[in-house]
Structures are given as C-alpha cells and as structure tokens.
C-alpha cells in the first residue's frame, strides 16, 4: 500500500534490540540541536513514529523534515494525510543517506547547498549523549526513567540555548 512508483526498490531499514528492553527513545530536535520533545518507543522505530509524533504535536508541521528514514516516511505521510503534508520537503540526513538504496536522489540534504550549514546529525549527537544514562534509564521505573530523560534533555537544552545567546552577545 505504501509502495510508490518503483515498487521494486523499496527502501528500507533494519532493527534489531534488546530482547526485554524498550527499543529506546525517538528524539525531536531543531538545527541547533535543542530538543522539542520525545517518545518512548514500544515497539521498533517505524515511519509511525515520526508521523504520529508530527501529526499530534504540531498545528502545522514544519517545512523541512530531515531524518534518516525520510523517504519511507514521505510516502508514508502522504498516503495517510496528504494535506497536512503537502508543503513539506523530507530529506535523508547526511550520515544516512549511503545506506539508501533504490530511492530517489531528491531525498539526499547533501545535494541542496541552502542546508550546507545544517547539522543533520543533531539528533544522534543528543542519542550520543543519552547513551551515557542507559545503563541508569533501562532498569527506572516508568516514572524515574521519564524524570530523568527530561531532566537530562532540559540541561542539554539550557546549555545550547546559554552558548547560542554568548555568541548573540559577542
């Protein structure tokens, strides 16, 4: 049903985790690399993710999409509300995008110079730094593990929004 005009050349993307643990956290983040919000993911990431995340949180989703999976999620978006998502321009993330195989070159940020100066790894940079909190947040209770994942991203969030505004002041 998802499948576009090269039925053949399906992207796609492989997961494997834990056998008892959550698959992990699906990150939201801006240029800068503050984060907007997240979602404990039950299940292995999929496009429902991001689509519901985009769809639930947003009163218009953003113009530009960049994440590693974009264009599933882009035919994934537009099969089931396309005119929510009819502005918006999906694109695969510099680190990501040679893994993709069979899907159109359009989706490569790489090609587009406007976004030379975006970081396109802002979201594994900030999953980096959570990996440093696992061996603590995988055996939380529901309560503790949410607690501390905000508490964490805040001061990450602060740290990035005090060095933006040194750089403002200088």
């Given at each position: 049903a998802d499948r576009g005009q090269?039925?053949?050349?399906?992207?796609?993307?492989?997961?494997?985790?834990?056998?008892?643990?959550?698959?992990?956290?699906?990150?939201l983040n801006c240029g800068h690399g503050i984060n907007y919000g997240f979602e404990v993911m039950i299940k292995h990431e999929s496009p429902n993710t991001p689509f519901s995340i985009l769809r639930t949180r947003f009163k218009e989703v953003p113009e530009t999409v960049i994440y590693d999976n974009s264009c599933n999620l882009h035919t994934y978006c537009l099969n089931r509300d396309?005119?929510?998502?009819?502005?918006?321009?999906?694109?695969?993330?510099?680190?990501h995008w040679r893994n993709h195989k069979g899907c159109s070159v359009g989706y490569q940020l790489a090609r587009y110079p406007q976004y030379d100066?975006?970081?396109?790894q802002v979201v594994e940079q900030c999953n980096s730094a959570?990996?440093?909190?696992?061996?603590?947040?995988?055996?939380?209770?529901p309560l503790n593990f949410m607690r501390q994942a905000k508490l964490f991203l805040w001061y990450k969030?602060?740290?990035?929004?005090?060095k933006m505004v040194s750089e403002i002041d200088v």
């Open positions: 090269n039925a053949g050349k399906v992207c796609s993307k492989s997961s494997s985790g834990h056998p008892s643990l959550l698959p992990g956290m699906f990150l396309p005119l929510l998502f009819k502005n918006t321009w999906f694109l695969v993330d510099r680190l100066s975006v970081n396109s959570l990996k440093k909190l696992k061996g603590q947040l995988s055996y939380m209770t969030n602060r740290a990035i929004a005090k």
